[in-house]
């Protein structure tokens, strides 16, 4: 069974750095491109970041795009995002999803067809 997990969220300080991991199972990763999204409370869920499968080109939302890096292993099934400066306001849930490209880079959370449970970060001020 297909699955995503993701870990490494946590409370942090303005100005610090997580990196956050997503191991997928069940299927070839790097037959996907793959993205981050998040979600704040009473929100829509937001796109963050994407990757082709080779991890050969990328796309971040230009909210993150000083801040955050996204990266992948496929030898190791592992998606990661690589954020730094953390602000209160990229307090949220922050999900990996598979895309259904290859190779297309899309921030549509509607071309995302397989979805981890999420992790919490918590940015304070």
């Known amino acids: 069974q297909a699955q995503l997990v993701e870990s490494g969220g946590g409370s942090v300080q303005t100005g610090d750095s997580l990196r956050l991991s997503c191991t997928a199972s069940?299927?070839?990763?790097?037959?996907?491109?793959m993205g981050w999204f998040r979600q704040s409370p009473g929100e829509e869920r937001e796109f963050v970041a994407t990757i082709s499968r080779l991890g050969d080109d990328t796309l971040l939302a230009t909210f993150v795009r000083a801040r955050f890096t996204i990266t992948r292993d496929n030898a190791k099934n592992t998606l990661y995002l690589h954020m730094n400066n953390l602000q209160p306001e990229d307090t949220a849930v922050y999900y990996c999803?598979?895309?259904?490209?290859?190779?297309?880079?899309?921030?549509?959370?509607?071309?995302?067809?397989?979805w981890g449970q999420g992790t919490q970060v918590a940015v304070s001020s």
């Open positions: 999803a598979r895309s259904i490209h290859r190779a297309t880079l899309s921030p549509n959370r509607y071309e995302y067809d397989l």
């Open positions: 069940g299927y070839g990763f790097s037959n996907n491109a």
